[in-house]
């Protein structure tokens, strides 16, 4: 009990570092709470041969149980779900009445273990499935070995029942005597440790998975930025090489700028990009690609079929709201489109060409859609480089020729 009792202590003082260094970490201060709890409950029932039984059993049994409650709600709370204290009450209240109400389990050691073990094991099974649930919105690396943990620990926690029926154990002097008690005191020591470690482990990688993702999004509008959409569109050029690039430009806005302020100018970054979020499909790229520029890479459609999408993405532009003080700014947005079917999967010749065609689209008034020209194609291009190649050789050839004339 010593070594549990330090263990759970030393762990609650690194579990209160972690809150205090960064309080948006509140799950650390559930597990803090929880190992303090764990701490008092082990330091009760070291004193039972002192007697007291009602502090020492029945107090210290109901801290048990709130130890594990507390650590079901850390887990909650890293997931983002509700925590219910009802929950959280329900095992601690569940001890006390059953502990103060029937005298053959305030009397009966082994009684005792088998209601203490029903509860604890609910809240470590429980602990097991939320970890295991959270897997959907959040695969950490850590959590799947860390559901297994809590789980097969709730499965021996729940293993003293059958134990405590088929073998039960002596007390005497305040003290459980067994073999089999001892070898899951062990395991409870062995799974302070454990659970520390997964809940340490599974912070640092929601802390790097934070980082990747802010190194991948743009700050002001919160889609992809420039560099992960260059790294996602490269990929996709290379395994599955069809589809249109879409260039955006939101028309006049160092004029929003100048007008209306840089706050003003900002909303109307982060209006545009969610209005076209939402239309995307679940396979479309989409980031910000520098300034009032964005860019959109639809795999599979050719300029076909990409440009009524786009034309219904300028239209759905044209009519967005974006009041600035008792005024509404008018917005719109010229695109450019250019498909790998005409210009090849190489990136910097669809962007130019996507991007010809987005200047095209300014020197026509603005808020339209335009097309590559067909004529930057990759048909055209190969024709010119022979073209450019033959007259290389024959100027070569010319200057040889010439070259030899006058040898002698």
């Known amino acids: 009990m010593v070594c549990t009792f330090l263990a759970t202590t030393a762990v609650g003082i690194f579990m209160l570092q972690v809150w205090l260094t960064d309080r948006r970490h509140r799950a650390a201060g559930y597990w803090c709470l929880s190992m303090w709890v764990g701490s008092l409950c082990t330091l009760l029932f070291a004193l039972r041969p002192m007697g007291l039984p009602l502090l020492t059993v029945g107090l210290g049994n109901a801290l048990a149980a709130f130890g594990y409650a507390f650590m079901w709600a850390g887990f909650r709370v890293f997931d983002r779900r509700r925590v219910y204290l009802s929950v959280v009450l329900a095992g601690p209240v569940l001890w006390s009445c059953v502990y103060l109400l029937v005298p053959q389990v305030s009397e009966d050691v082994n009684n ?26 959040e695969p950490l690396p850590t959590r799947m070995l860390a559901a297994a943990f809590f789980v097969s620990h709730g499965i021996i926690y729940g293993l003293r029942i059958p134990m405590a029926i088929a073998l039960p154990t002596a007390f005497g002097h305040g003290t459980a005597y067994s073999a089999w008690f001892a070898l899951f005191s062990l395991e409870l020591f062995a799974h302070t440790i454990l659970a520390a470690v997964a809940m340490l482990v599974l912070i640092k990688e929601r802390g790097e998975a934070l980082y990747r993702q802010a190194s991948r999004t743009d700050a002001l509008t919160g889609i992809a930025n420039r560099g992960s959409f260059l790294d996602d569109i490269q990929k996709l050029l290379a395994d599955r090489p069809q589809g249109t690039l879409m260039i955006f430009d939101l028309d006049r806005f160092k004029a929003i700028n100048d007008t209306y302020g840089h706050v003003a100018g900002d909303l109307v970054l982060k209006r545009f990009a969610a209005q076209v979020a939402a239309r995307l499909e679940a396979s479309m790229l989409f980031c910000r690609f520098g300034g009032e520029e964005f860019a959109l890479f639809a795999p599979g459609r050719d300029v076909a079929a990409a440009e009524p999408f786009a034309e219904g993405l300028r239209r759905a532009v044209e009519a967005l709201p974006v009041p600035a003080g008792d005024q509404e700014i008018a917005v719109s947005v010229s695109i450019g489109l250019a498909d790998v079917a005409t210009f090849g999967p190489d990136f910097d010749r669809l962007h130019s060409a996507a991007d010809g065609a987005l200047y095209a689209a300014k020197e026509a008034g603005r808020n339209q859609v335009k097309r590559a020209a067909p004529s930057l194609g990759l048909a055209d291009v190969a024709g010119r480089m022979r073209a450019s190649t033959a007259a290389d050789i024959a100027r070569a050839g010319e200057g040889a020729s010439r070259s030899f004339s006058v040898a002698p």
């Open 112 to 137: 005792r273990i088998i209601v203490s073990s029903i509860i604890i094991t609910a809240y470590c099974l429980w602990i097991g499935v939320d970890i295991w649930r959270g897997r959907r919105t």
